[in-house]
T-cell receptor
Framework: ETGVTQTPRHLVMGMTNKKSLKCEQHLGHNAMYWYKQSAKKPLELMFVYNFKEQTENNSVPSRFSPECPNSSHLFLHLHTLQPEDSALYLC????????????????FGPGTRLLVL | AQSVTQPDIHITVSEGASLELRCNYSYGATPYLFWYVQSPGQGLQLLLKYFSGDTLVQGIKGFEAEFKRSQSSFNLRKPSVHWSDAAEYFCAVGTNSGGSNYKLTFGKGTLLTVNP
């Protein structure tokens, strides 16, 4: 595997289900991100992890719970979601500490297409 | 707060024609600017980025972009479009969000259709 991988690629869940999205990066990076991509809206940053520590939570509802056990893996645990949470969830990684911070390139996975019924 | 505007939601060009996708940003300091491309069912792939120096930046797949500070713009160009360029294109600005953290703020994207 190379780059950033995400599983599953597609997920359908009911509002009472609990599921998890998984992201793995094979680039040796130390920062990982979750984004939400909804139709007709810009990508929304949800969470940032630097060196396994959560450094940003962009006012995300508590029904989304991230977990970063190590620098290579990132999870997004989902429970009691709403239909409006249906979207493409993208994971990204970067090498924090290079290029002065704001210029770090983020590498994206293919995303998980989530449908909440 | 920073923001990115991509004025064109959808653009259609003929194969072989030239392309320009517009991007305007709002940010008080020197921006770090990016263009990403997303093919259907795929994640985002970096085309090019601007940090400093030469305002004309070359990227992959024959794309280039020009940073114009006076116009707060970072437009993406390609002299001759190929059918495989059909995708959605996102402009983004990188900014520090406090301490060592930084974030990318994206525009809403421009969908490119290429006619044969």
């Amino acid at each position: 595997e190379t780059g950033v991988t995400q599983t599953p690629r597609h997920l359908v869940m009911g509002m009472t289900n609990k599921k998890s999205l998984k992201c793995e990066q094979h680039l040796g990076h130390n920062a990982m991100y979750w984004y939400k991509q909804s139709a007709k809206k810009p990508l929304e940053l949800m969470f940032v992890y630097n060196f396994k520590e959560q450094t940003e939570n962009n006012s995300v509802p508590s029904r989304f719970s991230p977990e970063c056990p190590n620098s290579s893996h990132l999870f997004l645990h989902l429970h009691t979601l709403q239909p409006e949470d249906s979207a493409l969830y993208l994971c990204a990684s970067s090498q924090a500490g290079t290029s002065g911070g704001a210029g770090e390139t983020q590498y994206f996975g293919p995303g998980t297409r989530l449908l909440v019924l | 707060a920073q923001s990115v505007t991509q004025p064109d939601i959808h653009i259609t060009v003929s194969e072989g024609a030239s392309l320009e996708l517009r991007c305007n940003y709002s940010y008080g300091a020197t921006p770090y600017l990016f263009w990403y491309v997303q093919s259907p069912g795929q994640g985002l792939q970096l085309l090019l980025k601007y940090f400093s120096g030469d305002t004309l930046v070359q990227g992959i797949k024959g794309f280039e972009a020009e940073f114009k500070r006076s116009q707060s713009s970072f437009n993406l160009r390609k002299p001759s479009v190929h059918w495989s360029d059909a995708a959605e294109y996102f402009c983004a600005v990188g900014t520090n969000s406090g301490g060592s953290n930084y974030k990318l703020t994206f525009g809403k994207g421009t969908l490119l259709t290429v006619n044969p």
